[in-house]
């Protein structure tokens, strides 16, 4: 335990441009002054400020490896080293920068490069925050509580639903607009969270992020309402998002299509706290084509902890329910859902915090796809510093 | 199954409730800017502010937390405080920092360190033991 710990205070003082203590007041002269006593010390002090001396650029690097198994397909085992997130940030004051770079390796073994975050954030008080650029939508629990740092989760992998978009999400996971989040104390009743983001929205590829294109002119709109309850570690939250997808225009009369004008609802609770670790999270995708039908989309999933010592065994159940009819924009012929109705996904494993900077996880997952199963063995080595 | 989760939201409540064994009186207390009006933390206030949960002081100070460093005593008080272990208290503020949640807090090696941060920044809070030399500047709080 003490070697954890002090590996983790290492890591904050080894980063480059530590935010340290400025070591700025001389040590007051005879006897120290008990806390417990009212202090008279003449020595001068400098003058206090909100914002202290440069605190330095914050470096963190987090990453995984992993080796799975999988019963089905030509190639049944394969080594995997294919995420690489460098994250940065800087406080000035009440003026925030954060900045993500993740390099990724794709099916195709490319590596690519994506800026997952770029943000400026300012800070009014504890009911208003504002930030603007790229941010993680704030939808639900799970996405941006977790995101990248596979360090963090319990699992190997995000929820099926909630994937990032290039890996057939059906929410979309990032914004690049405007936002504002902020707390309201509510005294013994908890207090209330709320986010607002206004920003680009999908493109008609709902794989892409519009990052410096909208591409149309309506914008997206995401709230979120959460309730930090009195009951430590447990909140419950409802969200609800609306955008317009733009038509997509194809060679092949079969891929192409109207506007699609998307809402989505959800609602989450979650408890973690004293050892235990519980995320459910629901969501319905309402998707109206334009001159055409509505179709619904049903998603969700409850993530299950309990935590002895270093070690915390999960289950997590995911379900998704797509409309008979297929939906317009994720069951297109070349779509990442094309021709699936139900997708059932199971999860147990176990999560191992051998250090604070490197977790171990195995896990045995079976995802079915209509009747298609797929079973598999995954072993990660999850890190961060 | 309404008894079950009232008796389960019960639980929870009572366990969420609980005073930390030695929250306030291991020979360190909470230094804040004199100017912060805040008299004294409750357990679960004190969690907020070392976790991202408050972002400004009453006085409109933005919440700057000074971490112990290492394994120190310092730290493991105020992981008791708010009644986590040491390694859960830093991977949390880890996780707070990377989501954008909170300032990446100021790792305070000393009591003194402590001490002087206060002096110089009147959103910083930090832990000390009771024998560090104050200011009229710098005060202390209790926990409770």
Redesign the interface.
Known sequence: ??L???L???S??ASPG????????P??PDP?????AP???P?P??A???A?AD?GV?L?L?GDTQFSYRNRGAVKTTFEAAHLDL?F?Y?V??V?F?SEVFLEGRETNEVAVDVE?L?I?Y?F??AL?VRAGR?HTAFGYYS??Y?H?NL?ELTTERPLGIAFEDEGGLLPAHIVGVGADG?FEGGAAG?LRYDVEIGNGRLADPSAVAVSRAGKNEKMLNVRLRW?T?????LIGVNGMYDVVPARADANPALARNDVVQAMVGAHAV?T??GVHMIAEGYLLHDTLSGGSAYDTWLGFVELGYRFGAFTPYLRPEYILFPRAGDPIFQQADGPWAATRTVFDARVGVKWVAL?QLALKLEVDRVAHDTAPQESVNVKAAF?F | MPKRILAT?LA??L???AAPAGATDDGF?V?C?A?NPIAQLAP?DL?KALTG????WTN???V?V??P???TAE?RFVADAV?L???EL??RV??Q????EM???????SS??????V??????FCV???????????K?IPVR
């Open positions: 335990m003490r954890r710990t002090m983790l205070a290492i904050w003082l530590l935010a340290r203590a400025q070591a700025v007041a040590e007051p120290p002054l008990a806390v417990e202090p008279v010390a020595a002090t400098p206090p400020t909100e202290p605190t914050t963190k987090y994250f940030a406080d004051g009440r925030a954060l975050r943000q954030a800070l008080s504890n925050r941010s941006d509580t995101h740092g963090f707390t207090a930090i009195p009951i430590d570690g447990f408890y706290e004293h604070p961060g | 939201t929870l409540y366990l969420s409730t207390f230094l800017h100017s679960a969690k949960g408050t972002r400004q409109g100070a933005v700057q000074g971490l460093s290492s394994e730290l009644g272990s040491a390694q830093l991977s880890q996780q920092v990377f989501k954008g300032k990446r807090p100021i790792v305070v090696r003194a360190e402590c001490a002087a941060l002096r110089s920044n009147v959103g910083a000390a033991a009771k024998g560090t030399a104050l200011t009229p500047d710098v202390p």
